[in-house]
């Protein structure tokens, strides 16, 4: 196998791969997509109900599951609780911008 012979397979395969990446993104970014609709929901339902937008209880159980998850699918459990401790503040944020709209202006 000469250089250029090399070169171009390690472009194809590069190539290759980085297009399943691309496609593993999308997925992603659509999977986020999902889970915020729901849980916008469930804001909007906790806001109607005057129920605090964090759930410590439930966001303990959900870091329990997802490092089980991560370790299931051998992707670093540490890693998988940083990203949804990431997640679950931006949506506790939601939660809070939705009851304070909820509670007008004169809240």
Partial sequence: ??????????TTELNRLRESIDNIDAAVVHML?????ATQ????LKAEHHLPPADPAREARQITRLR???ESARLDP????????FIVAEVIRHHERIAEEA???DA
């Fill in 1 to 10: 196998m000469t250089t250029s012979d090399t070169d171009e397979y390690v």
């Fill in 41 to 44: 929901q469930v804001g909007h």
């Fill in 103 to 105: 509670a007008g202006p």
């Fill in 78 to 85: 540490a890693f998988a609780e940083k990203l949804l401790n």
């Fill in 68 to 70: 089980q998850l991560a």
């Fill in 33 to 37: 997509a999902e889970r915020f609709k």
